[in-house]
């Protein structure tokens, strides 16, 4: 017996697309710490501490995120560490994101004028108050439009996750369509949620662009 779209239908996909937010809000959060630990790190006096989170930089930077969401979910079992699917999967996406998150922040803290750097050292401020009080919070005005950018990209990218088994908004649309075989229907639906995701973070990206009049910093990896 056929079986066409239903509410079941459009339900599971709707639960798709929450998992599909909270992966992206796990991402974020963990990829934000971490990458903020990275960012320090590649602007630190301290040339080890730049050698290493630059090395760290390039290794996760040319990874593919595919690679290390196998290396996280079956990788790691190999080892006798075996992990839920939303674990590895926020794990792997946490160590992409905290790379390019990282190299996005350190461009907007090197990007703060260094007549503002200059005029922190004559006030005798340590180096954890000039980047406190007067670093930091110019440098989170000039992120502020790229970081919410690059969040559109951190909830495309969850899709990767359904290789691990993890059932999000893409793989719910698989699971769908393979129960009903009408792929067109379902996957322009599953198109239309993602675009609900994103374009208002997009909207939002460019709206604080222009209230903040910055522009978007040029990252480098070097």
Same mark, same amino acid.
């Given at each position: 017996?056929?079986?066409?779209?239903?509410?079941?239908?459009?339900?599971?996909?709707?639960?798709?697309?929450?998992?599909?937010?909270?992966?992206?809000?796990?991402?974020?959060? @963990?990829?934000?710490?971490?990458?903020?630990?990275?960012?320090? &790190?590649? $602007?630190?006096?301290?040339? #080890?501490?730049?050698?290493?989170?630059?090395?760290?930089?390039?290794?996760?930077? @040319? /990874? #593919?995120?595919?690679?290390?969401?196998?290396?996280?979910?079956?990788?790691?079992?190999?080892?006798?560490?075996?992990?839920?699917?939303?674990?590895?999967?926020?794990?792997?996406?946490? $160590?992409?994101?905290?790379?390019?998150?990282?190299?996005?922040?350190?461009? &907007?803290?090197?990007?703060?004028?260094?007549?503002?750097?200059?005029?922190?050292? &004559?006030?005798?401020?340590?180096?954890?108050?000039?980047?406190?009080?007067?670093?930091?919070?110019?440098?989170?005005? $000039?992120?502020?439009?790229?970081?919410?950018?690059?969040?559109?990209?951190?909830?495309?990218?969850?899709?990767?996750?359904?290789?691990?088994?993890? $059932? *999000?908004?893409?793989?719910?649309?698989?699971?769908?369509?393979?129960?009903?075989? *009408?792929?067109?229907?379902?996957?322009?639906?599953?198109?239309?949620?993602?675009?609900?995701?994103?374009?208002?973070?997009?909207?939002?990206?460019?709206?604080?662009?222009?209230?903040?009049?910055?522009?978007?910093?040029?990252?480098? /990896?070097?």
């Amino acid at each position: 017996m056929s079986v066409s779209f239903n509410a079941n239908h459009l339900q599971f996909l709707l639960q798709g697309a929450g998992w599909t937010l909270m992966l992206s809000l796990i991402a974020f959060v @963990g990829g934000g710490l971490v990458g903020f630990v990275v960012a320090l &790190c590649r $602007i630190s006096p301290l040339k #080890p501490l730049r050698w290493v989170s630059m090395g760290y930089v390039q290794l996760v930077q @040319g /990874t #593919p995120l595919l690679i290390l969401m196998f290396l996280a979910y079956f990788g790691l079992s190999i080892l006798g560490l075996t992990l839920p699917a939303i674990v590895a999967a926020g794990l792997s996406m946490t $160590i992409y994101v905290s790379a390019y998150i990282g190299e996005i922040w350190r461009g &907007c803290i090197q990007a703060v004028p260094r007549t503002q750097w200059e005029a922190a050292e &004559c006030l005798a401020l340590s180096r954890v108050q000039r980047m406190a009080l007067v670093v930091l919070p110019q440098a989170l005005r $000039i992120a502020t439009p790229p970081t919410v950018g690059f969040m559109v990209q951190i909830v495309k990218n969850t899709s990767l996750a359904s290789v691990v088994g993890f $059932i *999000e908004l893409a793989r719910a649309g698989q699971v769908v369509n393979n129960s009903i075989f *009408e792929p067109f229907l379902v996957y322009m639906l599953v198109a239309g949620l993602y675009f609900l995701l994103c374009f208002p973070l997009s909207w939002w990206s460019r709206k604080l662009e222009r209230r903040l009049m910055v522009v978007a910093p040029r990252l480098e /990896t070097a």
